[in-house]
């Protein structure tokens, strides 16, 4: 079974850019959630996916983000304009049901905003 | 919102040296508690979870962690430590669709 795939790896943009990560859930998964990891503090909730449907966006920090998941397969988070402070890993994650389900998560994208 | 506690942020061992890493949180209901470890240049992994029963709970590669309700804790524990565990470790918290992590633990294994 193919893991949670993120793309890209590692992203550098300047201030006032626009960047858009990509993330693949395992398949048959239908909660996907985004996290943010800044600064080598802690791993932080963004939103929570049932299918294409935003169930749970309370982490998202302002709205110069926006995840989408049309379809209900694989998600994009967008960030327009980047600011210095998004800097961070953006880690996706899916789990077939909500209670009683591990979250399998992905190997993160790196972004760096100069 | 929850809030989880890692105490240790870095930690450094020589092989065969026993492995304790704290975790404390705070919610007072019925708990989800995980143990994450990330290899460098892997992604997160799963080692161990306690949702009932139990309280010593066995994970992959010999760790294991207990709950301890009184205490809010749910410590990791490994008797004897390798190279390869060289890692960041995340305890974390589910409070239904959300995950509450801690600040990670790096842990450094001198061979």
Same mark, same amino acid.
């Given at each position: 079974?193919?893991?949670?795939?993120?793309?890209?790896?590692?992203?550098?943009?300047?201030?006032?850019?626009?960047?858009?990560?990509?993330?693949?859930?395992?398949?048959?998964?239908?909660?996907?959630?985004?996290?943010?990891?800044?600064?080598?503090?802690?791993?932080?909730?963004?939103?929570?996916?049932? &299918?294409?449907? &935003?169930?749970?966006?309370?982490?998202?920090?302002?709205?110069?983000?926006?995840?989408?998941?049309?379809?209900?397969?694989?998600?994009?988070? &967008?960030?327009?304009?980047?600011?210095?402070?998004?800097?961070?890993?953006?880690?996706?994650?899916?789990?077939?049901?909500?209670?009683?389900?591990?979250?399998?998560?992905?190997?993160?994208?790196?972004?760096?905003?100069? | 919102?929850?809030?989880?506690?890692?105490?240790?942020?870095?930690?450094?061992?020589?092989?065969?040296?026993?492995?304790?890493?704290?975790?404390?949180?705070?919610?007072?209901?019925?708990?989800?508690?995980?143990?994450?470890?990330?290899?460098?240049?892997?992604?997160?992994?799963?080692?161990?979870?306690?949702?009932?029963?139990?309280?010593?709970?066995?994970?992959?590669?010999?760790?294991?962690?207990?709950?301890?309700?009184?205490?809010? +804790?749910?410590?990791?524990?490994?008797?004897?430590?390798?190279?390869?565990?060289?890692?960041?470790?995340?305890?974390?918290?589910?409070?239904?669709?959300?995950?509450?992590?801690? +600040?990670?633990?790096?842990?450094?294994?001198?061979?």
């Amino acid at each position: 079974e193919a893991g949670v795939t993120q793309f890209p790896s590692h992203s550098v943009i300047e201030k006032g850019q626009t960047v858009t990560l990509r993330c693949d859930p395992i398949s048959g998964h239908d909660n996907l959630y985004w996290y943010r990891r800044v600064m080598g503090k802690e791993i932080k909730f963004l939103l929570h996916f049932v &299918k294409e449907s &935003k169930q749970d966006e309370s982490g998202m920090p302002n709205n110069r983000f926006l995840a989408e998941r049309t379809g209900g397969t694989y998600s994009t988070l &967008k960030v327009q304009p980047a600011e210095l402070e998004d800097s961070g890993v953006y880690f996706c994650a899916s789990s077939r049901g909500v209670l009683q389900e591990t979250q399998y998560f992905g190997p993160g994208t790196r972004l760096l905003v100069l | 919102a929850q809030s989880v506690s890692q105490h240790n942020h870095h930690v450094i061992l020589s092989e065969a040296a026993s492995l304790e890493l704290g975790c404390n949180y705070s919610y007072g209901g019925t708990v989800n508690l995980f143990w994450y470890v990330q290899y460098p240049g892997q992604h997160l992994q799963l080692l161990l979870k306690y949702f009932s029963g139990d309280p010593l709970v066995k994970g992959i590669k010999g760790f294991e962690a207990e709950f301890i309700k009184s205490k809010f +804790s749910f410590n990791l524990r490994k008797p004897s430590v390798q190279w390869s565990d060289t890692a960041e470790y995340f305890c974390a918290v589910r409070d239904f669709n959300k995950f509450y992590f801690g +600040s990670g633990t790096k842990l450094n294994v001198k061979p």
